[in-house]
């Protein structure tokens, strides 16, 4: 998922949004614990989309804070 595609979202679909990709994560690693992962660097992916998500909520309430 692209930054940019992240930053036109809302609090609210943010935070929901992260909430959907640690669920995913979590399957994903217990998939990985079972053996049935294909692809390893899905954990790797969903974990930056994760820290993307959480660095554009904090940059706005940092903004937020700044502005007023």
Same mark, same amino acid.
């Given at each position: 998922?692209?930054?940019? #595609? *992240?930053? #036109?979202?809302?609090?609210? #679909?943010?935070?929901?949004? !992260?909430? #959907?990709? =640690?669920?995913?994560?979590?399957?994903?690693?217990? +998939?990985?614990?079972?053996?049935?992962?294909?692809?390893?660097?899905? *954990?790797?992916?969903? =974990?930056?989309? !994760?820290? =993307?998500?959480?660095? !554009? *909520?904090?940059?706005?309430?940092?903004?937020? =804070?700044? +502005?007023?």
């Amino acid at each position: 998922m692209k930054a940019k #595609e *992240l930053r #036109e979202m809302t609090n609210d #679909e943010l935070n929901a949004k !992260i909430k #959907e990709l =640690k669920q995913e994560l979590f399957n994903l690693r217990f +998939s990985h614990a079972t053996g049935q992962l294909t692809n390893p660097m899905q *954990l790797v992916a969903v =974990k930056k989309d !994760i820290a =993307k998500a959480k660095t !554009i *909520l904090t940059e706005r309430e940092l903004n937020n =804070k700044a +502005s007023k």
